[in-house]
């Protein structure tokens, strides 16, 4: 699918599974946020939409005023973190990278870069600017030697 031309309705009909839609005070910021720091891509970027992708895995970023019709409007913080209770987790992205990759992006690193053997995984909890707990995380076999020497 060209994530870039594809019609809204089109869009929206090939979603499956679990789809995700997260609201943002600053789409641009967010976007900058996700691709600067986790690698991901991004399409249709406006001020109220864009599509980002995740191991082929789209999901959606829309503006708060776009949503003013919508009955989650009137619940949404003015300011301070949104989403509490809910982790983002993405599989496959190198959580020490994400972690050198902060400085200049309002995000807040919660948990640092941290072997979790019980998971088998390394991972970090990151909070981005518009407060979302992000969670990437690799494999432990992923890494030569002792995970907890990497940088």
Same mark, same amino acid.
């Given at each position: 699918m060209d994530y870039e031309t594809?019609?809204?309705?089109?869009?929206?009909?090939?979603?499956?599974?679990?789809?995700?839609n997260l609201?943002?005070?600053?789409?641009?910021r967010e976007v900058r946020f996700l691709t600067g720091v986790f690698g991901l891509t991004a399409h249709r970027v406006s001020d109220d939409f864009a599509i980002l992708v995740?191991?082929?895995m789209p999901f959606q970023l829309h503006a708060d005023r776009s949503f003013a019709a919508h009955?989650?409007?009137?619940?949404?913080?003015?300011?301070?973190?949104?989403?509490?209770? +809910?982790e983002l987790r993405? !599989?496959?992205?190198?959580?020490d990278l994400a972690?050198?990759?902060?400085?200049?992006?309002?995000a807040m690193l919660l948990a640092a870069p941290?072997?979790?053997?019980?998971?088998?995984?390394?991972?970090?909890? +990151?909070?981005?600017?518009e407060g979302y707990a992000w969670v990437p995380s690799? !494999?432990?076999?992923?890494?030569?030697g002792r995970p907890s020497d990497r940088p």
């Open positions: 594809v019609p809204a309705q089109a869009f929206a009909q090939s979603l499956k599974g679990l789809s995700v609201l943002c005070r600053d789409v641009g995740h191991a082929a009955p989650l409007f009137a619940m949404l913080p003015e300011s301070g973190p949104r989403g509490a209770g +809910i993405l !599989p496959g992205v190198d959580p972690a050198a990759r902060l400085a200049g992006h309002e941290a072997d979790k053997t019980g998971h088998g995984l390394r991972e970090a909890v +990151i909070l981005c600017p690799l !494999p432990l076999s992923a890494f030569c």
